[in-house]
């Protein structure tokens, strides 16, 4: 059973389209985020979601947004895709906020903005 | 500004050498430091540490935390080739409960 799973896995798409990534937990977690890894391997934050409450990592262009339907699930819009969007996209969720407990990621999406 | 600082950025030994990690850290209202281990895909969760010295252990693998001098170190013992991997710092702030993550140490274990 799959603790965290993303779809798609690739993802490869022009510039200026939208496009989304789904994210889903089935741990029974209250919380969920999002991280974007650039090829340099660093991650970042991107959004945290714990109980309805969105918290955003300021330097996100407002073309990202999450999406969550129900307390499992945690999806990623993408608008005007461009070039610099291009990483990997990683889901992840804890039981309560982060810090509390350790985070579960899920395997992640790679993204190719051509 | 919040910041995590790992060294080296890049150590290559052989199998069975003794290796320490490096993590430095800035940040206001310290709740805890987490080390996560990634090889192709995702991160794995190792140790998570919140007091100072207290070793936490797993195997090989045992960590400890500095809250005074603010740092942490990851130490493995014996290392297999299969230690290879990118080793990832990160430490969250009580103020705001995002983890802000170092640059990772990529390990490389020669047979």
């Known amino acids: 059973d799959t603790a965290v799973s993303q779809t798609p896995k690739y993802l490869v798409t022009q510039m200026g389209n939208d496009k989304s990534i789904k994210c889903e937990q089935n741990?029974?977690?209250?919380?969920m985020y999002w991280y974007k890894q650039d090829s340099k391997k660093f991650l970042k934050i991107m959004f945290s979601?714990?109980?309805?409450?969105?918290?955003i990592n300021e330097t996100v262009p407002n073309r990202f947004s999450p999406k969550s339907p129900d307390k499992a699930h945690l999806n990623l819009h993408i608008n005007s895709l461009e070039l610099g969007d291009s990483a990997v996209y990683f889901c992840?969720?804890?039981?309560?906020?982060?810090?509390?407990?350790?985070?579960?990621f899920g395997p992640g999406t790679r993204l190719t903005v051509l | 500004e919040d910041k995590v600082v790992q060294s080296p950025l890049s150590l290559v030994v052989h199998e069975g050498d003794t290796v320490t990690l490096n993590c430095s850290y800035e940040?206001?209202?310290?709740?805890?430091l987490l080390w996560y281990k990634q090889e192709k895909k995702a991160p794995t969760f190792l140790f998570m540490l919140?007091?100072s010295g207290i070793e936490k252990k797993s195997g090989r693998l045992s960590s400890i935390l500095d809250k005074k001098e603010l740092f942490s170190i990851l130490n493995i013992t014996a290392t297999q080739t299969g230690d290879s991997a990118v080793y990832l710092c990160?430490?969250?702030?009580?103020?705001?409960?995002?983890?802000?993550w170092g640059a990772g140490t990529k390990l490389i274990i020669k047979p």
């Open positions: 992840a969720s804890s039981q309560e906020l982060a810090g509390y407990n350790e985070q579960f």
């Open positions: 741990l029974g977690h209250d919380t």
């Open positions: 979601y714990n109980n309805k409450e969105l918290i």
């Open positions: 940040v206001t209202n310290f709740r805890s």
């Open positions: 919140t007091s």
């Open positions: 990160a430490v969250v702030s009580d103020s705001n409960y995002q983890l802000i």
